[in-house]
């Protein structure tokens, strides 16, 4: 870089080993393990307000999060990927009663990623400051990809598209 350069500078390392003792720290966080080239932390009581604050201490800002229903009418998986220049970490933790802590008044990315995982779930946010459909077509309830995603896939013998035939 010159003198001239305006571009900012990336945050320095931080140490992995040291990194693991921060997520390990968080209430609820009973595993942190490195797979497939990130950081995987797992907690199904996971204090998601306290993983935030650890991560903004931190210098690493959450990319998105993820839902996956674990049965028709039961808990879903969330997890929260975080990233900055060099780790990108996952924090798994699922829902208790179909509720979950809202990130959004403090962490602006979880606004849109909570309001779209109530739409497609029916997973709730407590504290959320504008839950309101984000995909939902009016007259839908929340929920309304749940029951699609838990049920079983269907199998079949022969292709259905017709390049796969001869």
């Given at each position: 870089m010159t003198?001239?350069?305006?571009?900012?500078?990336?945050p320095?390392?931080?140490?992995?080993?040291?990194l693991m003792e921060h997520i390990r720290a968080i209430p609820g966080v009973v595993s942190v393990a490195a797979r497939n080239g990130s950081l995987w932390a797992?907690?199904?009581?996971?204090?998601?307000?306290?993983?935030a604050g650890a991560m903004d201490a931190l210098g690493i800002r959450l990319g998105t999060v993820t839902a996956i229903p674990l049965s028709e009418d039961g808990e879903t998986t969330v997890i929260y990927h975080y990233i900055?220049?060099?780790?990108?970490?996952?924090?798994?933790?699922?829902?208790?009663?179909?509720?979950?802590?809202?990130?959004?008044?403090?962490?602006?990315?979880?606004?849109?990623?909570?309001?779209?995982i109530k739409d497609l779930f029916a997973v709730d946010f407590p504290g959320?400051?504008?839950?309101v459909p984000l995909l939902r077509p009016e007259g839908f309830e929340p929920g309304m990809l749940r029951a699609a995603m838990c049920a079983p896939a269907a199998m079949?013998?022969?292709p259905v598209?017709?390049?796969?035939?001869k």
């Open positions: 003198d001239h350069d305006t571009r900012p500078v990336p320095a390392r931080i140490d992995p080993s040291v797992e907690g199904p009581f996971l204090d998601v307000e306290a993983m900055d220049e060099y780790e990108v970490i996952n924090f798994k933790t699922a829902t208790r009663n179909g509720v979950l802590a809202s990130l959004a008044a403090s962490v602006r990315p979880a606004s849109w990623a909570e309001r779209e959320h400051p504008n839950l079949t013998r022969s598209s017709p390049l796969a035939r």
